[in-house]
């Protein structure tokens, strides 16, 4: 089974711009594997951020975005507010074999 | 408004089963895949198993395979868990989600303990 990965913890400042990144063990990640990026707080369901590498719900804050870069699948705040510390997973699909979650992003604002 | 409504779960003996279900609104069920995601206490998201649109294809995580059956009844738009010989490894908030988009339910509760 493929191991995603993501960094374990990240912190940005208010106002501040971030990228959060998803990578495959199996090389380069495409939009072949519909990157989705999904925001948790403690104690809530998770929510779908972005869907199919750069879709987003009607919910999600223009600030955020969903993009391919450097062979990752990265998720990139613009202008971080108080309310976006959280944590943060990605999922991967994999042609022939089963999902994977990235093990998630502990995103601080300070 | 897609709404997904978990049910089911609670505190079961190790080695015991428990029928976890979902019921799916605001959307025409029978025409989407359907997933299980768990997540044990303080961890991340695990993909537990997925059915497609008319229920003729699963696919199970290793971790539960033999075990856990997914099934659906689009009639009664709800989705199924049944959980069998289960294990304190299993303890975790269990969400069904639509695949398409990756809609979320609120997530049900399992405990596994003696």
């Known amino acids: 089974q493929a191991v995603v990965t993501q960094e374990p913890s990240l912190t940005v400042s208010p106002g501040g711009t971030i990228t959060l990144t998803c990578g495959s063990s199996t090389g380069a990640v495409t939009s072949g594997h519909y990157p989705h990026w999904f925001q948790q707080k403690p104690g809530q369901a998770p929510r779908t951020l972005i869907y199919?590498?750069?879709n987003k719900h009607s919910w999600t804050p223009a600030r955020f975005s969903g993009s391919l870069l450097g062979g990752k699948a990265a998720l990139t705040l613009l202008g971080a507010q108080p309310e976006d510390e959280a944590e943060y997973y990605c999922l991967l699909s994999y042609s022939g074999a089963r999902p994977v979650f990235g093990g998630g992003t502990k995103l601080t604002v300070l | 408004e897609v709404q997904l409504l978990e049910s089911g779960g609670g505190l079961v003996q190790p080695g015991g089963s428990l029928r976890l279900s979902c019921a799916a609104s605001?959307?025409?069920?029978?025409?989407?895949?359907m997933t299980w995601v768990r997540q044990a206490p303080g961890k991340g998201l695990e993909w537990a198993s997925a059915?497609?649109?008319?229920?003729?294809?699963?696919y199970y995580a290793d971790s539960v395979k033999g075990r856990f059956t997914i099934s659906r009844d689009n009639s009664k738009n709800t989705l199924y868990l049944q959980m069998n010989g289960l294990r304190a490894e299993d303890t975790a908030v269990y969400y069904c989600a639509r695949e398409s988009r990756y809609y979320w339910g609120q997530g049900t509760l399992v405990t596994v303990s003696s």
């Open positions: 605001g959307f025409t069920f029978s025409t989407y895949a």
């Open positions: 059915i497609s649109d008319s229920g003729d294809n699963t």
């Open positions: 199919d590498t750069s």
